[in-house]
């Protein structure tokens, strides 16, 4: 988590999430390079080329995870995502209506979360924020700019109970 000197957070996933997400694929890409190197057994000639394949989609994954961004600005929330073809998502923070933070057993292990936010906002009714740091107070800090957003723009919650 860094700040910018005009108070915008900047986030990005851990790379720890992509070992994670990638677990299955990287055990399978492995025991197929393994198994391409050794020599008398049926079918070593096509073990590589499928490996090649496997670590070329792993080398894509990996560097679209590392090329996601979260700037929790003053009004907005962005998220840019993608390699050739960069998407940039704009969530104004006062259309934020709640939030979640969960875990998965290996997000545990690794000190890791997902926040999932819920908005009012047409295009981007949930975002989750992924490979999160678990010390990170993201939603403490979201929802402190969410209230003065709200209250900038005159905006009350309205509830039956």
Known sequence: MQTTHHGTIVIQPHAGQFVIDELPTLVLCCTVWVYGGMEGLPLTVLAVPVAVLFSLILLYRYIYLRRIRYRIGAEQLISEHGIIRRKVDYMELYRIV????????????????????????????????????????????????????????????????
Do not use: W
Request: some cysteine; charged content about 25%.
């Open 98 to 161: 709640d939030f979640q933070e969960y875990q998965s057993l290996l997000q545990q292990l690794c000190g890791l979360k997902t926040v999932h936010i819920l908005s009012m906002d047409r295009n981007t009714p949930q975002l989750d924020l992924i490979g999160i740091r678990h010390k990170d107070n993201i939603v403490a800090i979201i929802r402190e700019r969410v209230e003065t957003n709200k209250q900038k723009k005159g905006i009350y919650e309205i509830t039956n109970h």
